[in-house]
C-alpha cells in the first residue's frame, strides 16, 4: 500500500478521534466511535492482520456500539423509580 | 471559582502532550525488524508439520496457546455473570411491537444466511482468518438484529434465557473436557496432535486434531455470552417504552 | 511506515486519556477508555510487521508477518469489549440510583 494512502487513513483516524472526544452529544459521539472502529480494522487490514481486522470490525463497530445505545437509551428515558416489584 | 476547570484542563493539556511525545521518544527507539527472530520464527516453522492448521494465529490461540485462550474465555464469562447479576431484579418481560412489516419480512430473509456465514467462519477457523471469537460474536449479531426488529419477547421466545445458559456451559465444558483428554492419554493438558486427535492431510476440511473442536466450543461460549449480555440490558428497555418501535429508540 | 503507526496511535492515547481526564459525561470517560484500548491494540500490530510481508496463513509466499501479536490483540480486543460491557451496567445501575450521569454532581450529592 503507498505510503500516502496510509497517510490520508491516519489522518482520517486521528480527526474521528478528535470528534469522539469534543463533540457534546452522546449519540453522535457513539456513531463516530463505529466509524473509528471500521477505519481500524481498515488500517489493521492493511498492516496484513486479517485475523485481528475481522475481529476488530465485528466486535468494535456491532456488539459494543449496540450496548452503548442500549444503555444510552436506560438513562435517558423518564426516572421510573416505582417498578422495583412488578408481577 | 470559572477560572479553576480552565487551569485544571490546561494542566492535563500539558500533561498528555509531554507524556505523548515522551512514549514516542521511547517506541521510536525500538529497532524495526528484517525477519522475524525468537519464538514466533520457530511457530512460523513448524506450524503445518506441529499442528496440521493453515492458520498459524489460531493454531497459536487454540493449541500452543490454549491454556491463555481458556483463561480469556473464564473473563468473558465473569463479565456475563456480573451484568446478568446486576440486571437480575427484573424477571418479566413484556412485548414490542418492533419494526414495521417491510423490515420484518426482509430480515426474516436475510437471516439463515448470516447463521450461515457465521457457521462458516467458525467451521473454518483453522483454514483461513476467522475462528471461535469472530464467529461466536457474529451469532451474538444476529440475536441482536431479532432483538431490534421483532422486539425482544420474540427474541426471548425463540432462543430463551435457559438455552443461553447451557449453550455458555456447554463451551466451556466441552474447552475443558478436551483439554482433560489430553490429560489422560498422558501427554499434559490441552495437547493437541501429541494427545491421539488425528492430524489429517493438510489443508483439508477435517484436520489440526482438536482445533476445530476447540473452535466450536469457544463460538458458543462468546456467542451465547454476548448475547446475554445485551438480552440483560435490553430487557428492561421494552418495559417502558411500549410505543416506541423496537428495542433502540431512533 | 511502522513510525507512522506508532505516532498515531501515541497520538490516539492522549486524546483519550485527555478525554477521560476532563470530562464530566460518564460516557465519555468510557468512550475516552475505548479510544486508549484501541491505541494500545494498534501499537501492538503495527510492531510485528515486516514491511514487504504476507498475513501469517501457510503457505507464505515471502516473508510472514508476526503471528504473536495478532494472537495478543485478539485476545485484548475481547477482553476490551467485555469490560466495556460491564462499565455500561454500572453506568446504567448508577443511573437508577442517583438520576444522574453526571460525574460531579455524583460527588456532590456523596460529599
Known amino acids: ?87 | 471559582m470559572s477560572i479553576r476547570p480552565f487551569i485544571f484542563r490546561i494542566a492535563a493539556l500539558i500533561l498528555c502532550v509531554s507524556l505523548g511525545l515522551m512514549l514516542f521518544r521511547g517506541i521510536a527507539a525500538l529497532p524495526v525488524p528484517e525477519k522475524v527472530i525468537g519464538p514466533a520464527s520457530h511457530y512460523l516453522a513448524r506450524t503445518a508439520r506441529e499442528t496440521g492448521a493453515r492458520n498459524v494465529v489460531g493454531a497459536i490461540l487454540f493449541d500452543y496457546r490454549a491454556f491463555d485462550t481458556l483463561g480469556e474465555s473464564t473473563v468473558i464469562f465473569t463479565a456475563v455473570c456480573g451484568i446478568a447479576m446486576l440486571f437480575s431484579r427484573r424477571k418479566f418481560h413484556r412485548s414490542s411491537s418492533g419494526l414495521s412489516f417491510i423490515a420484518k419480512r426482509g430480515i426474516g430473509i436475510m437471516v439463515p444466511f448470516l447463521l450461515m456465514y457465521a457457521s462458516v467462519i467458525i467451521l473454518f477457523g483453522h483454514l483461513s482468518p476467522g475462528g471461535g471469537f469472530q464467529g461466536g460474536t457474529i451469532f451474538a449479531t444476529v440475536t441482536v438484529l431479532l432483538c431490534v426488529v421483532y422486539g425482544s419477547s420474540f427474541e426471548s421466545q425463540y432462543f430463551p434465557p435457559r438455552t443461553k445458559d447451557i449453550l455458555e456451559s456447554g463451551g466451556a465444558l466441552l474447552f475443558s473436557g478436551i483439554g482433560l483428554i489430553g490429560l489422560a492419554a498422558g501427554t499434559g493438558f490441552l495437547s493437541n496432535i501429541a494427545a491421539g486427535f488425528p492430524a489429517g492431510t493438510f489443508g483439508s476440511f477435517l484436520s489440526a486434531g482438536s482445533v476445530p473442536i476447540l473452535n466450536v466450543a469457544v463460538g458458543m461460549k462468546v456467542g451465547a455470552g454476548l448475547s446475554t449480555i445485551f438480552y440483560s440490558m435490553i430487557k428492561m428497555l421494552d418495559a417502558g417504552h411500549d410505543h416506541t418501535e423496537g428495542g433502540i429508540p431512533g | 511506515m511502522i513510525l507512522l503507526s506508532y505516532a498515531t496511535s501515541i497520538t490516539i492515547f492522549c486524546i483519550g486519556l485527555y478525554t477521560i481526564m476532563t470530562r464530566r459525561n460518564l460516557f465519555k470517560t468510557l468512550l475516552g477508555l475505548a479510544l486508549m484500548e484501541s491505541a494500545v491494540l494498534l501499537i501492538i500490530v503495527s510492531s510485528g510487521y515486516i514491511p514487504g510481508g504476507v498475513p501469517p496463513i501457510a503457505p507464505f509466499i515471502g516473508q510472514a508477518v508476526n503471528p504473536l501479536p495478532h494472537a495478543f490483540t485478539l485476545t485484548a480486543i475481547v477482553i476490551g469489549a467485555s469490560d466495556i460491557a460491564l462499565a455500561l451496567a454500572f453506568i446504567v445501575k448508577l443511573h437508577r440510583h442517583y438520576r444522574t450521569v453526571d460525574l460531579d454532581r455524583i460527588r456532590g450529592l456523596r460529599g
Open chain 1, 1 to 87: 500500500m503507498s505510503l500516502s494512502f496510509m497517510i490520508f487513513l491516519y489522518v482520517f483516524l486521528i480527526a474521528t478521534a478528535l470528534v469522539i472526544s469534543a463533540i457534546n452529544d452522546i449519540l453522535s459521539a457513539v456513531i463516530t466511535l463505529s466509524v473509528f472502529g471500521i477505519l481500524l480494522a481498515t488500517a489493521f487490514a492493511i498492516l496484513q492482520a486479517p485475523d485481528v481486522a475481522l475481529t476488530q470490525a465485528v466486535i468494535n463497530s456491532g456488539i459494543v456500539t449496540a450496548l452503548f445505545l442500549v444503555a444510552f437509551s436506560q438513562t435517558e428515558k423518564p426516572e421510573c423509580y416505582s417498578e422495583e416489584e412488578e408481577e
